[in-house]
């Protein structure tokens, strides 16, 4: 039996949730499906040791503010899990779970959502499923004989399983240097990055970063010079764990290396380092599978899009991708502004 509904909203993390927050103030009809078994999308996957780093105030979903996490200016993980499960109940938000989409499919004027659980007809589709779920691991020479162990961010969970250990961090983002900071006092630590690491100053946080990246977009869609982001300031946030390893000494980049080996990795100069275990802190991609049907890919594995909306089928909306999704869009504060963008157009369809 399919069901039919206006919207269906695939993903129920950030992203979902505040397309839902504006679909219920529309008096829209809609369901969003999660895959994951309890709220929290992504947030429930995290490393022990992960906070925001925004405070409370400004790591809000639309209509409701965080409340603040008792002795932490910069809320933890789990205050954010426990913040997304109470954001969907107090808005009665229409969440189905676990209900994995496989696949969207033009139907006349409607779109057809298959899952594994039945199938869904809508006149306009929001996909939401951001991309933690499509770890990207880069082609590196040797990965294949390494004999020790080898991980991605979403896999790592703290320096206790690792302690004593020698380990290679591989990235110069934030989860490169958050992790490598976790792990240097208990590890002999190799932390390698593609480029010389950017730090930010040590009074930014995601505050200004939201600002940076919503300055950028408004100069990009009104022609003025390109401001450069969140990348003209840096890339990695000095949290305190990653400032306090910083200012210790403990936390030094490497350059790239070459190859792995079988017991480490080895750069192109010949010098080598022994490890039992590298971790590759090195990005995501869209997960996008189930929109595979409609055909709409286009460069990088991106969706072109107008706003939110899909340029090749206007009745698709992709919500919390990145800044090609709206500015700060994969953040809980800057989901907000483009989920209402996206809900008004879908409105409008009639």
Wanted: aromatic fraction near 8%; include cysteine; glycine fraction near 12%.
């Amino acid at each position: 039996m399919t069901r039919t509904v206006d919207v269906v909203v695939i993903g129920g993390g950030q992203a979902g949730l505040a397309a839902g927050y504006y679909l219920r103030r529309q008096n829209l009809d809609f369901v969003i499906l999660d895959a994951q078994p309890t709220p929290g999308g992504a947030w429930q996957r995290t490393w022990d040791s992960l906070h925001l780093f925004s405070p409370a105030a400004y790591s809000s979903l639309p209509g409701w503010l965080m409340p603040v996490q008792n002795g932490a200016e910069y809320p933890d993980a789990d205050h954010v899990v426990q913040y997304l499960a109470a954001y969907e109940e107090r808005y009665a938000l229409p969440v189905q779970r676990p209900v994995r989409a496989r696949a969207v499919h033009r139907v006349g004027e409607q779109l057809r959502v298959e899952t594994d659980t039945g199938a869904w007809s809508a006149r306009a589709v929001v996909s939401a499923t951001g991309t933690w779920w499509r770890p990207f691991l880069p082609a590196v020479p040797g990965r294949e004989i390494f004999a020790g162990r080898q991980l991605h961010t979403v896999q790592y969970l703290s320096p206790r399983e690792f302690a004593g250990q020698r380990v290679i961090v591989v990235g110069g983002g934030n989860s490169g240097a958050q992790i490598a900071a976790d792990l240097a006092p208990h590890t002999d630590l190799t932390w390698v990055t593609q480029r010389p690491a950017r730090f930010l100053a040590d009074d930014i946080d995601g505050r200004a970063l939201f600002d940076a990246a919503t300055a950028r977009r408004r100069a990009l869609d009104t022609g003025d010079t390109d401001t450069g982001g969140v990348a003209s300031l840096g890339d990695i946030v000095a949290v305190e764990p990653v400032r306090a390893a910083r200012d210790a000494g403990l936390l030094k980049a490497q350059p790239m290396f070459a190859r792995l080996t079988e017991d480490g990795a080895e750069w192109a100069d010949g010098t080598r380092a022994e490890a039992a275990a590298v971790i590759w802190c090195t990005g995501f991609r869209p997960a996008l599978s189930h929109l595979a049907p409609l055909g709409l890919r286009g460069d990088r594995g991106h969706i072109p899009t107008h706003g939110t909306r899909a340029v090749g089928e206007p009745r698709l909306h992709l919500l919390g991708y990145g800044d090609w999704t709206g500015p700060a869009s994969a953040t809980l504060i800057g989901v907000g502004r483009p989920a209402r963008d996206a809900v008004r157009e879908i409105a409008a369809l009639g």
